[in-house]
């Protein structure tokens, strides 16, 4: 069905378009139809690992997945098996090179995020691999535009700046904030050093730089209807981490009786969301 579908074509304007090429790498359609193609794979693990008397856990994300377990003998020689298996009668192999066995006290990264437990106690964190590419990219943004306002370069780090965290606040990431905070600081400091080689160090300070109740944050200005106002970038060390609260799996929006749930949910994610201060501070 799933192969009639994608064969299926597509109209727009009363045309019939054929779609016998495939999906592009990346497209939206991509996670579902790995889904679609990994189901069953987790019952047939479960009830494989129930006849081994070793209880297993499946945590899959479109084609990236987990299996855990109590016993790595279990999971070297009975359920990795059995995956590439499953995965050989639908045209897939198993990446030897993104799979691998590892205790939990030794962690593992998923979904860019790492997973470990510290003396028994289960901490998540970003995943180092995963900070660094940050870190370099926004390094690589900073020296590619070594001669743009400042203002201009502000606009292109803070939407990654607000992302990134995003993605991270709800994990253990005060620190890795913390210190991506630092990196850019420094970073964008050399940058602004660079672009006035005859000025001294206090001038350029001056310039880019300000003091918010000890903490230095580098900004430029900007006027707004005859207002010179401050734009800055945005600090990702202050970003408060919220630990996400699942919601009910029995809440339907549609549902008279969830009205009042989802509407104490909704209010309290908006007031989670109020710290992202906008990047303008008029004078």
């Given at each position: 069905m799933l192969n009639q579908w994608l064969k299926s074509g597509f109209m727009d304007k009363g045309l019939l378009y054929?779609?016998?090429?495939?999906?592009?790498?990346?497209?939206?359609?991509?996670?579902?139809?790995?889904?679609?193609?990994?189901?069953?794979?987790?019952?047939?693990?479960?009830?494989?690992a129930r006849k081994k008397g070793c209880r297993v856990n499946f945590i899959g994300y479109a084609d990236d997945f987990i299996v855990t377990g109590a016993s790595k003998e279990v999971l070297m020689y009975e359920i990795k098996p059995l995956i590439a298996r499953f995965l050989e009668e639908r045209g897939l192999?198993?990446?030897?090179?993104?799979?691998?066995?590892?205790?939990?006290?030794?962690?593992?990264?998923?979904?860019?995020?790492?997973?470990?437990?510290?003396?028994?106690?289960l901490l998540i964190k970003p995943s180092k691999s995963n900070v660094l590419l940050f870190l370099s990219n926004m390094s690589e943004l900073i020296k590619k535009h070594e001669t743009i306002p400042v203002n201009n370069l502000i606009k292109m780090m803070n939407p990654k700046l607000r992302g990134w965290a995003n993605y991270y606040r709800h994990c253990v990431a005060k620190q890795v904030f913390g210190y991506v905070g630092?990196?850019?600081?420094?970073?964008?400091?050399?940058?602004?050093?660079?672009r006035h080689p005859t000025k001294s160090k206090t001038w350029v300070a001056l310039k880019y730089v300000i003091n918010r109740k000890g903490q230095w944050q580098f900004h430029g200005w900007q006027k707004i209807m005859d207002m010179d106002c401050q734009f800055n970038?945005?600090?990702?060390?202050?970003?408060?981490?919220?630990?996400?609260?699942?919601?009910?799996?029995?809440?339907?929006?549609?549902?008279?009786?969830?009205?009042?749930?989802?509407?104490?949910?909704?209010?309290?994610?908006?007031?989670?969301?109020?710290?992202?201060d906008p990047a303008l501070t008029a004078l």
């Open positions: 054929r779609t016998d090429e495939g999906t592009p790498q990346g497209g939206i359609i991509s996670p579902t139809l790995m889904l679609l193609t990994l189901a069953g794979l987790e019952q047939i693990i479960k009830s494989t192999t198993l990446s030897e090179e993104k799979t691998h066995v590892s205790h939990i006290n030794n962690g593992f990264d998923f979904l860019g995020f790492n997973l470990r437990k510290y003396n028994g106690k630092h990196k850019l600081f420094y970073a964008l400091w050399y940058w602004a050093v660079r970038l945005f600090q990702i060390a202050k970003v408060p981490i919220e630990r996400h609260v699942k919601i009910r799996s029995a809440a339907i929006p549609f549902d008279p009786q969830y009205q009042e749930y989802l509407a104490r949910r909704k209010s309290k994610r908006q007031a989670r969301n109020s710290w992202n």
